[in-house]
Nanobody
Framework: QVQLVESGGELVQAGGSLRLSCTVSGCTLNSLGMGWFRQAPGKERECVAVITRNGGRTYYSDSVKGRFTISRDFAKNTVYLQINSLKPEDTAVYYC???????????????????????WGQGTQVTVSS
């Protein structure tokens, strides 16, 4: 069973940076497609970044493109989300998500969806003050 634990969320000022971490257990990272989602109060969960299992393709939502970077450390079985130039509208709970092992994920004009992922972390709060 895949388990995901996020960390790194905190209160930061606009323009600042954060690095969120997601430690994976129960499965090796190279068998999983990984994603980061966020959910602000009263809004639907939104996909912000995804990396495919083989690392050959990444996805970023238009709202974060150029500011967020998803990366992996296989030795630590950990996925990261580097967030730069934070904006108040980035305030949300950020969730790490994993596909089923060895499952490929595809997307076209519509980005990855919640249903593409089968395992979720508990979330970490990011709050950006103006």
């Amino acid at each position: 069973q895949v388990q995901l634990v996020e960390s790194g969320g905190e209160l930061v000022q606009a323009g600042g940076s954060l690095r969120l971490s997601c430690t994976v257990s129960g499965c090796t990272l190279n068998s999983l497609g990984m994603g980061w989602f966020r959910q602000a109060p009263g809004k639907e969960r939104e996909c912000v970044a995804v990396i495919t299992r083989n690392g050959g393709r990444t996805y970023y939502s238009d709202s974060v493109k150029g500011r967020f970077t998803i990366s992996r450390d296989f030795a630590k079985n950990t996925v990261y989300l580097q967030i730069n130039s934070l904006k108040p509208e980035d305030t949300a709970v950020y969730y790490c998500a994993a596909t089923l092992p060895w499952r490929n994920i595809y997307w076209d004009t519509v980005g990855p969806q919640v249903a593409d992922f089968s395992s979720w972390g508990q979330g970490t709060q990011v709050t950006v003050s103006s």
